[in-house]
């Protein structure tokens, strides 16, 4: 394995290091990046809960984690329900929503332009509660 000079630049020495064990010890393939295991997962229950709660609410996961400690006496971490697949479908239906409202405006004669377009999408991505889902 032949690195140029800026690639060596950039390595800490700690990654040097790896490099050099895994080299004596043997091939350079890449390892998997995909843990073997997670004990850490969030019981499949939980996530049905908060999949439940939050179809039922609509609210945020702030709401939902206040919601969820008050009635079932269960205390979660926001990034719980942050990273609830629910969360991103909603998200991706709301992206969806604002795609077909596009389509039906210009439909109906209301041309937007394509920066027009591109301005609608990024003030909904750029909105706080759209960035709280992905932090």
């Known amino acids: 394995m032949i690195l140029s000079y800026h690639e060596i630049r950039n390595l800490s020495p700690e990654k040097a290091r790896e490099i050099v064990i895994r080299a004596i010890n043997g091939p350079l393939h890449d390892l998997p990046k995909k843990p073997h295991s997670s004990p850490n997962k969030t019981p499949p229950s939980l996530q049905n809960l908060i999949t439940l709660e939050a ?71 750029s909105s706080s509660t759209i ?3 992905y932090k």
Not at 75 to 95: A, W
Not at 97 to 105: A, C, D, E, N, R
Not at 113 to 124: G, N, R, S
Request: with cysteine; hydrophobic share 50%.
């Open 131 to 133: 960035l709280n889902i």
């Open 55 to 125: 179809k039922r609410t609509g609210f945020s996961y702030r709401r939902l984690k206040a919601l969820i400690l008050r009635k079932y006496s269960i205390s979660i971490s926001e990034n719980t329900i942050k990273k609830s697949s629910l969360i991103k479908i909603l998200f991706l239906l709301m992206c969806i929503i604002i795609w077909l409202s596009l389509i039906y405006l210009s439909m109906n004669g209301i041309s937007l332009t394509l920066k027009q377009e591109q301005d609608v999408m990024l003030t909904f991505l």
